[in-house]
């Protein structure tokens, strides 16, 4: 095997063992109260909670087997966190990292579940 070949797979596996461990110290965690969500760990520097009246419920999203939760917020909505350009590719105003424990759909349901507890109550 070339030095070159080594060298690009190298670059290749480097930055993606960094990504791995990363995750594994600082998983994403989801927090739910009565106000809203907020998510913490992974590659949010800042942690932002967004109030379930700032959005309009949740939804499946993405290509084939590749599916995220999405969101959108509602019309007017000005303090948005700066994690949601990853749901802008699939057509969500935002999304949530596909890194949960179990499936995405039970993950949908319990977050609606959640948004619409809280929205009963405020309104």
């Given at each position: 095997m070339s030095s070159a070949v080594v060298v690009?797979?190298?670059?290749l596996l480097v930055p993606a063992a960094a990504l791995t461990g990363w995750m594994l110290i600082r998983p994403y965690?989801?927090?739910?109260?009565?106000?809203?969500?907020?998510l913490t760990g992974g590659f949010v520097r800042k942690p932002t909670k967004v109030p379930w009246t700032d959005i309009e419920g949740f939804h499946m999203m993405g290509p084939f087997h590749n599916r995220f939760i999405g969101y959108d917020f509602r019309p007017g909505v000005e303090n948005k966190p700066g994690w949601i350009w990853a749901g802008r590719f699939f057509g969500a105003e935002a999304a949530l990292p596909k890194s949960w424990p179990g499936s995405s759909d039970k993950m949908l349901d319990d977050l609606n579940a959640a948004w619409e507890t809280a929205t009963r109550r405020s309104a």
């Open positions: 690009f797979i190298g670059a965690r989801l927090l739910l109260d009565d106000e809203g969500f907020t």
